[in-house]
């Protein structure tokens, strides 16, 4: 049973930095695409961010580009996302997945496991 749990949400204002982990397994790490997914209020779920253990490959929806860093801590077993510049527009539960590919995609519904979300709030 693959566990994802996330930690590290919170309130901030604008233009500030908030670091989300997601505490798993070392085989979870090793073996999946581990993704960052986010939904606001009345929208959909959307992709954030991904990472892959075999390649260290990162992956990043346009709009958190360059602002927000995916990253793997294998000695703490931990998925990080490092978020900076925060908007309000940013506002939105934060959720940790798990794919059973190796490979990572953008897409909710490819991924076989999630955490119970993290609520990151950003005031104006």
């Known amino acids: 049973q693959v566990q994802l749990v996330e930690s590290g949400g919170g309130l901030v204002q604008a233009g500030g930095s908030l670091r989300l982990s997601c505490a798993t397994s070392q085989r979870t790490i090793r073996m999946n695409a581990m993704g960052w997914f986010r939904q606001a209020p009345g929208k959909e779920r959307e992709f954030v961010a991904a990472i892959n253990y075999i390649g260290s490959n990162t992956y990043y929806a346009d709009s958190v580009k360059g602002r927000f860093t995916i990253s793997g801590d294998n000695a703490k077993n931990t998925v990080n996302l490092q978020m900076n510049s925060l908007k309000p527009e940013d506002t939105a539960v934060y959720y940790c997945?798990?794919?059973?590919?190796?490979?990572?995609?953008?897409?909710?519904?490819?991924?076989?496991?999630w955490g119970q979300g993290t609520q990151v709030t950003v005031s104006s």
């Open positions: 997945a798990a794919d059973n590919s190796f490979l990572p995609t953008t897409y909710a519904n490819d991924y076989d496991y």
